[in-house]
């Protein structure tokens, strides 16, 4: 069932395409068992110091005055609830202010004028500050309420964030210590148990909170704010030198300047504040591309400087480059679905005492595997026995569904991985939100009304192509019984997953469109 063997020589001696072809096919297993041997690393780090819990220095003889701010766009379907969260927050009303950050561009701005009557009527210092002008997106929106907010302190709080009343009192209290500049929770997730695609992101999200944030900030190594749910000094941010807006994951950026800077974090592992995960395909690949861009960005313009930091230790150095280079590995997958694709249909085969089989090809293609899969999927597992002890077991029936996700988002955050190399430029596309109410045919009138399909079929389009490619070779596999190969390659079926959902997304617009010029 193979084809011929095109790139062999005579004698049965591999030509130089051959062995260049292979060489880079187990150039890139190592570097993914280099980023799976930082998973266990974070394992290990995690058991060393997850008894070492931060404390707040002591409290505060008088509330300081806080400002909430509420950065949003086009938000119409979360809004009220949002605020109805914020103005539940228990903390005295003369200490608090609340900024809604509005830059929408439909009737949102109708509805926050309504919602701050309705609370400054209530005895609530809130306003709307709109802006007409988008420039800088969410950067540039804090960056001008920064300008007017009269708290010291700042909670940020993204549209889909529900907090809990006792949030400010919880955290406040860590800023007796003048050396702190940020205090971060810990997101939850409102909707995990919706579908299979928020509950594999929401073991993403559980592994990066509990085990990466924690490690990191407990460890002393630089970690990252993660954009809301986190309470910032205001005067950190300035020393920092302010929100820019040459990324577009502006909060990633500030806090590497900030701890340059030798400002200290804190991250609360224990401590929730509840939000939406994307429930549709669209939304998820819109996030991670936003998000996966943004991450290459800062490492473009942050890394020499934090290499050349003479403050930061060398251990918060390493980790910054590690977290800042991890999404070049969608590069190395898209690379390695191609080499490993006449690998598969046995074109190009290693030769002689390293051919399939030999007991030395067993031990290294073992150990690279262990390191580039079993201990990512011990990581999860780790993640969710935290979080969850009681269903902990759960992950397991997720574990080749949640290694397929990742498999199949690699042209989706490989493409903005290069967007960001070459410095395209890009709106800064957020997250859609439906709130409370989302269910039934209110749901599709949200989203007809709200929000739009991915405007590219190219994406999905690759994704299918690979798709049937693997399709194919794991017929080939069970055909011939290779029933071990077939698990080991049934995460790249995962790009069935993910082009069938948007393709069947752009279909569903398109009939909308229609139906919509038909009853005009």
């Known amino acids: 069932m193979?084809?011929?063997?095109?790139?062999?020589?005579?004698?049965?001696?591999l030509s130089w395409f051959s062995f260049i072809w292979l060489i880079s096919y187990f150039l890139v297993l190592i570097s993914f068992a280099g980023y799976g041997f930082?998973?266990?690393?974070?394992?290990?780090?995690?058991l060393i110091y997850r008894k070492n819990l931060p404390k707040p220095?002591?409290?505060?003889?008088?509330?300081?005055?806080?400002?909430?701010?509420?950065?949003?766009?086009n938000e119409k379907f979360v809004v009220e609830g949002l605020l109805r969260k914020?103005?539940?927050?228990?903390?005295?009303?003369?200490?608090?202010?609340?900024?809604?950050?509005?830059?929408?561009?439909?009737?949102?701005?109708?509805?926050?004028?309504?919602?701050?009557?309705?609370?400054?009527?209530?005895?609530?210092?809130?306003v709307c500050l709109h802006r007409t002008d988008r420039t800088g997106y969410k950067a540039g929106a804090l960056e001008a309420a920064d300008a007017v907010a009269k708290g010291e302190f700042l909670?940020?709080?993204?549209?889909?964030?529900?907090?809990?009343?006792?949030?400010?009192?919880?955290?406040?209290?860590?800023?007796?210590?003048?050396?702190?500049a940020l205090v971060q929770t810990r997101w939850g997730h409102i909707n995990r148990h919706k579908n299979l695609l928020t509950r594999l992101q929401s073991i993403f999200l559980d592994a990066h909170f509990v085990l990466e944030q924690a490690v990191r900030n407990r460890s002393g190594r630089?970690?990252?704010?993660?954009?809301?749910?986190?309470?910032?000094?205001?005067?950190?941010?300035?020393?920092a030198g302010g929100w820019e807006h040459d990324t577009i994951t502006e909060d990633m950026d500030l806090s590497y300047r900030a701890q340059m800077k030798g400002w200290r974090f804190v991250y609360l592992n224990d401590?929730?504040?509840?939000?939406?995960?994307?429930?549709?395909?669209?939304?998820?690949?819109?996030?991670?591309?936003?998000?996966?861009?943004?991450?290459?960005?800062?490492?473009?313009?942050?890394?020499?400087?934090?290499?050349?930091?003479?403050?930061?230790?060398?251990?918060?150095?390493?980790?910054?480059?590690?977290?800042?280079?991890c999404n070049y590995s969608y590069l190395a997958l898209i690379l390695m679905c191609i080499l490993v694709m006449p690998i598969c249909l046995g074109a190009i085969s290693p030769q002689g005492d390293w051919a399939w089989g030999t007991p030395q090809m067993i031990a290294l293609t073992t150990l690279l595997f262990f390191f580039a899969t079993c201990s990512v999927c011990l990581f999860y597992i780790t993640a969710e026995y935290i979080v969850r002890p009681r269903r902990w077991w759960s992950v397991f029936f997720l574990i080749i569904?949640?290694?397929?996700?990742?498999?199949?988002?690699?042209?989706?955050?490989?493409?903005?991985?290069?967007?960001?190399?070459?410095?395209?430029?890009?709106?800064?596309?957020?997250?859609?939100?439906?709130?409370?109410?989302?269910?039934?045919?209110?749901?599709?009138?949200?989203?007809?009304?709200?929000?739009?399909?991915?405007?590219?079929?190219?994406?999905?389009?690759?994704?299918?192509?690979?798709?049937?490619f693997f399709g194919y070779v794991e017929v080939i596999n069970l055909a011939t019984g290779n029933i071990i190969t077939f698990l080991l390659m049934s995460p790249f079926l995962g790009f069935f997953y993910t082009s069938f959902n948007s393709l069947a997304r752009i279909i569903d617009g398109y009939r909308s469109r229609k139906a919509a010029e038909q009853n005009a």
């Open 38 to 46: 930082h998973r266990l690393m974070m394992l290990f780090l995690y």
């Open 57 to 73: 220095k002591g409290q505060w003889k008088e509330w300081p005055h806080v400002t909430i701010q509420l950065p949003m766009f």
């Open 271 to 325: 401590y929730v504040t509840p939000a939406e995960l994307p429930e549709d395909m669209d939304g998820f690949k819109a996030q991670q591309h936003r998000w996966t861009k943004g991450c290459i960005q800062v490492c473009q313009k942050m890394l020499l400087d934090i290499w050349r930091c003479p403050t930061a230790p060398f251990k918060a150095k390493l980790e910054a480059t590690t977290h800042l280079t």
């Open 222 to 239: 630089f970690f990252t704010f993660n954009g809301t749910a986190g309470v910032w000094r205001k005067c950190a941010i300035t020393d």
């Open 155 to 180: 909670l940020i709080l993204d549209a889909d964030f529900r907090p809990e009343p006792d949030i400010l009192k919880v955290t406040i209290p860590y800023f007796t210590d003048e050396n702190i």
């Open 86 to 126: 914020v103005t539940a927050i228990d903390y005295p009303k003369d200490k608090l202010e609340i900024q809604i950050l509005d830059d929408s561009t439909d009737d949102t701005w109708e509805l926050c004028k309504q919602q701050v009557e309705l609370y400054r009527a209530q005895g609530f210092d809130i």
């Open 2 to 13: 193979t084809l011929h063997t095109l790139a062999a020589a005579e004698g049965g001696q």
């Open 401 to 468: 569904p949640l290694m397929a996700l990742g498999v199949g988002m690699a042209v989706n955050n490989a493409k903005a991985v290069l967007e960001a190399v070459f410095g395209r430029k890009s709106e800064f596309v957020r997250t859609p939100k439906f709130g409370e109410s989302h269910q039934g045919d209110l749901a599709i009138e949200k989203r007809a009304q709200g929000y739009k399909a991915i405007k590219s079929v190219l994406v999905p389009v690759l994704e299918l192509a690979f798709a049937l």
